[in-house]
T-cell receptor, first 114, second 109 residues
Framework: GAVVSQHPSRVICKSGTSVKIECRSL??????MFWYRQFPKQSLMLMAT?????????EQGVEKDKFLINHASLTLSTLTVTSAHPEDSSFYIC??????????FGSGTRLTVV | GQNIDQPTEMTATEGAIVQINCTYQ??????LFWYQQHAGEAPTFLSY????GLEEKGRFSSFLSRSKGYSYLLLKELQMKDSASYLC??????????FGAGTTVTVRA
């Protein structure tokens, strides 16, 4: 079946630094990648959608200059949280989509900003 | 916009049946998914409905009524490992998913 590898699984960073999260589709080509954020006991909230080779589209209220998304190839998308602050601490999950496999989720990244 | 409502918590006994309801109000409906999520892990796919009716898959079944904006996930012969959060997600015509807040199911021995 389809697998999406997401790294790192956990990261702790200092306030003001940047963190990069990678998602790779291992055995299929992800035409679209969705990035979500999930706070404890809350729903997954869509942050942005990216298609290979084009700029990401961001949901209302998500700062595109703070959450940089790159989808340079059909198998790799990255999310960079720039100038992270404690309120950015959350669980970030990617989801890759193609016509055959539907939606395949990465294993998530627990970000803690101290 | 969309509202997706599901109960916050449910508790059931091992071997029993539990039904998790989900109601939604949305424009551009293009299917409904159910996912299972254990704490700190990614959601895993359980079922998908786009037409009205019941989809059965082993111990799990899912039902959809588009006219009522209603779905349920039925878990039979509950096992301890079924303790998890269950997420209802609506797909829109632009292929984006909107998730409910999830229902935490606790299975007791």
């Amino acid at each position: 079946g389809a697998v999406v590898s997401q790294h790192p699984s956990r990261v702790i960073c200092k306030s003001g630094t940047s963190v990069k999260i990678e998602c790779r589709s291992l055995d299929f080509q992800a035409t679209t990648m969705f990035w979500y954020r999930q706070f404890p006991k809350q729903s997954l909230m869509l942050m942005a959608t990216s298609n290979e080779g084009s700029k990401a589209t961001y949901e209302q209220g998500v700062e595109k200059d703070k959450f940089l998304i790159n989808h340079a190839s059909l198998t790799l998308s990255t999310l960079t949280v720039t100038s992270a602050h404690p309120e950015d601490s959350s669980f970030y999950i990617c989801s890759a989509s193609d016509r055959h496999y539907g939606y395949t989720f990465g294993s998530g990244t627990r970000l803690t900003v101290v | 916009g969309q509202n997706i409502d599901q109960p916050t918590e449910m508790t059931a006994t091992e071997g029993a049946i539990v039904q998790i309801n989900c109601t939604y109000q949305t424009s551009g409906f293009n299917g409904l998914f159910w996912y299972q999520q254990h704490a700190g892990e990614a959601p895993t796919f359980l079922s998908y409905n786009v037409l009205d009716g019941l989809e059965e898959k082993g111990r799990f079944s899912s039902f959809l009524s588009r006219s009522k904006g209603y779905s349920y996930l039925l878990l039979k012969e509950l096992q301890m490992k079924d303790s998890a959060s269950y997420l209802c997600a609506v797909r829109h015509n632009d292929y984006k998913l909107s998730f409910g807040a999830g229902t935490t199911v606790t299975v007791r021995a």
